[in-house]
């Protein structure tokens, strides 16, 4: 796709995205487009960040992860680019509310990998002095998580009362009669 570097302002956010992820467009304009996709980022309507999100490039994802909007949030746990490894690599502490609700109803949520990084990220929230999360939003990935797993979990768990829940659905349950 050959552009001039003069028609890359005027192209939509969905043309940005297309040249951003053509591997066979020249460097400069991948590198433009990108800029220029960042650059938007900061006075697009909601909407078109939701657009956005679900064709991002790969420079964009770190600071769409920021954004405090559960539905743009959806959106980019959607896009077809993303994997779980650079998904784990964006689940940190904080964890935001709006980003837990996300995670929880996104396809990544039954992902081992990813189960255990946001436990992990947020163990370390609600030890931290801003946490907007409660209890609750972590019983979706403790119950994904197999029993094994619920017990690796949490051994590795330093927010006492996250680690007493995940230890007490890792134990078989037993039967008060029997």
Known sequence: MHLRAGLLPSLSIKALCDISGDASAHPQARTMANERLLARWGV???????VLALHAPRPLWASIWKVRDQRILESFLQNPKLGHEPLQALIQAPLGAPQAEALTQSRWREIIPVAHQVLWAMDQTFRGP???????HAAPWIKALPMEERLLASTRIAHPPLRKMTRAWALPETDPEG
């Open 130 to 136: 801003d946490c907007s999360l409660v209890l609750g």
């Open 44 to 50: 697009i309507t909601t909407g078109e960040r939701r």
